[in-house]
């Protein structure tokens, strides 16, 4: 197995996983989108609402809005001891606004300051003249499986790793012209700027008439890319990803061990 | 059960002898029924 | 998560439910279980999508089928880990 990190950032991230099966490269990527848990709002009391929205269009609007979440100081509803809600297990965020105000994710007034809206300026609902929207909303763990807001990637994905071979260029370049990433140059013979950057879709190969062009795909190797809503940073959710696939062979060993 | 009278914005009751719907100060016949005081929870899905 | 129902269970074969679980899981098991020598078969199903729980069918040469199940279950955790810890030292 061998990993390289082309990009990593708060938000973004991609690296090359290469010499394991798709299976794994899959798993981690369903366990990206699926497993790591991540706080959402998951119920709503609603003591006022004049707006124009309706309550539970409004809990939706809100419950879409991603938290920031630290894991080590929350745990999922059904792992806590408590039988409905405590502090290790769900935040409250408050709302009370009058109009005339367009309101934002940002008036949401945390009982943790550590979780608090990842964007400040999210609309939620305009307010006019006299109405009022007073509420209170109870932000839990969750797993993406369940519902997509608790998500923390917004974006994961690989393909496998181009190969880009060139033997016999006669310089005629059309697969220069033709490629939609414009990652080959004419130079001496067609040269690759970027091979990661390739899409597989093969125009070059069939542009080229002399067949001197050849694209592959590396069956072990895995491009992948991730985008996080910003609830934890990028290399955080990738490595909890891991760990929620190793939390599984770990059960499933120990459940296992009184089996003959 | 309390309604408020579009028209003339006042709150009103609704007579059960009266056949149809009236608001008994104004006579518009539009009324609305207000929200109730309870807090009212709903699941953000 | 990591609770089990064996099906059925015979010196080659084994057929378990395991609850909770998907093909995030199960597919990474099943290609760690055929990358053993003694496994013949590994396959798994889950028969109505969503609502199932996946059942995992295996059948070896002639090794125990839950010895092969815990060593590919074994194989994924290091796998992980292995991962987890290339991922941090690229990262830096």
Known sequence: MNVDVIELSESRAQFVLSGV?????????????????????????????????????????????????????????????????????????????????TVYSGDLQSSDPKVVPTETDIPIVKLKKDQKLVLEAIARLGKGKDHAKWQPAVACGYKNLPKIVISGCDRCGACVDVCPKNILKLNETVVVKDEIKCSLCHLCEKACESGAIKISADPASFVFSVEADGSMPCMEMVLRAADEIKKKAKALTKSLSGVT | MVYKCTGCKRVVEINSEYGGVRCPYCGHRVLLKERGTIIKRVKAE | MGEIKI??????????????????????????????????????????????????????????????????????????????????????
């Open chain 1, 21 to 101: 099966s798709s299976a794994f490269a899959n798993a981690l990527r369903r366990s990206m989108m699926a497993e790591v848990p991540s706080l959402a709002i998951d119920d709503v009391n609603i003591y006022e609402n004049t707006s124009v929205l309706y309550d539970e269009v409004l809990a939706l609007r809100l419950g879409l809005i991603p938290l920031r979440t630290d894991l080590d100081l929350y745990v999922l509803r059904s792992e806590c001891k408590c039988e409905d809600g405590c502090p290790r297990c769900q935040v409250s965020l408050t709302l009370s606004v009058e109009g005339p105000k």
């Open chain 3, 7 to 92: 099906l059925r269970k015979t010196k080659q074969e084994l057929e378990l439910e395991l609850k909770g679980e998907d093909h995030t899981f199960l597919n990474a098991l099943k290609s760690a279980l055929l990358q053993n020598e003694g496994v013949k078969i590994a396959t798994y199903d889950i028969e109505y999508p969503g609502i199932s729980d996946p059942v995992l069918y295996v059948r070896t040469k002639d090794t125990d089928p839950i010895e092969a199940l815990k060593d590919a279950s074994a194989l994924l955790s290091k796998q992980c880990d292995e991962f987890k810890r290339k991922f941090k030292k690229k990262a830096q």
